[in-house]
């Protein structure tokens, strides 16, 4: 455990917030920071209604009121960085703003204080390089909302020192995340490079008129997502043929292999995207997405606590 117990979140949108509850809620005091007074001025806010959604589903015992009160909100990034060991960057997805952004912490921090990007694919050697202490930048991403889902993807850049990833990981673990370490450099890491493959194949079925847009979510939301909440692409075949994952390559390894698509796909077409859109707003206008996203956080907790509850996670 560490004895410093001061960490920076520094952007404090969708995910940052999310971070910042992650860690107040495994003791840390955390010092939020975001650029936009309106970002700051709901953070608290938004974090008092999720912890009352994780009281409800059972997974705080703390006293609420203690966690919040471990959050404070600076109105600078050299004051949110005072006396921490970890800094958690979550600022928007482009190579000039997380190259800004480290460049401006790498000035403020002391020497060996750890920065975890919340980058989604951007890889750090493409912001960290000028940074003295680039030693300790890795990106460590999460999946929306944080203090739901735990994973996190840990990736060095080339420069990274492997204690720093070992710091970091050690921190995920202890905060309730699941690190999962990435052994080098790849675009979209793991978990968006999977996705990647899922979401293309579903619009290219979209646009060829193959089944419904609501028909491909059931898909997944009946379907695939109910193993997938709780073991993965290998263990599923494993278990899905008698003889296990070589029976079950030896039996259905030509069939997948007739269905990659040559050449690869083109960037989502715009008018297959417009005609997504509009079903979508058809079903869930602009104005209702937060409502959503809050009915999905509930959701997301009740089934966090089944599966602790199960010993499906720690
Ligand atoms: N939304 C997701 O599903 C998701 C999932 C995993 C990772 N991420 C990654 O997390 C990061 C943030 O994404 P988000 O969805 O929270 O976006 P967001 O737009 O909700 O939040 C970004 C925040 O960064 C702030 N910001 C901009 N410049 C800043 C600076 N110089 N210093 C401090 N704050 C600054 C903005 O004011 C904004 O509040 C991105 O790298 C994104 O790819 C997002």
Known sequence: MNKNRSIA??????VGSGWALVFARAGYSVRAYDPSETVRAGILTWARDSLNDLVQAGLVDDDQLAILARI?????LAEAVEGVFYVQESVFETVEAKTAVSLELDT??????????SSSGIPASQFTEACKNRACFAIVHPVNPPHLVPVVEIVPAPWTEPSAVDRIAALMEEVGQVPVRLTQEI?????NRLQGVL????WALYEDGIASLADIDATIAHGLGLRWSFMGPFETIDLNAPGGIEDYAARLRDLYASMVR???PEPWPDAVISRAAEERRAELPLADLSDRRAWRD???????????NQGLMG
């Open 199 to 202: 979401l293309n194949e579903a």
């Open 108 to 117: 403020a921090i002391g020497e060996g204080v750890l920065v975890g990007s």
């Open 72 to 76: 404070s909100v600076h109105e600078t």
């Open 262 to 264: 040559t050449p690869p």
């Open 298 to 308: 509930a959701r997301l907790s009740r089934l966090v606590a089944f599966k602790k």
């Open 187 to 191: 675009n979209g890491f793991v978990l």
């Open 9 to 14: 979140v520094v952007g404090a949108g969708l």
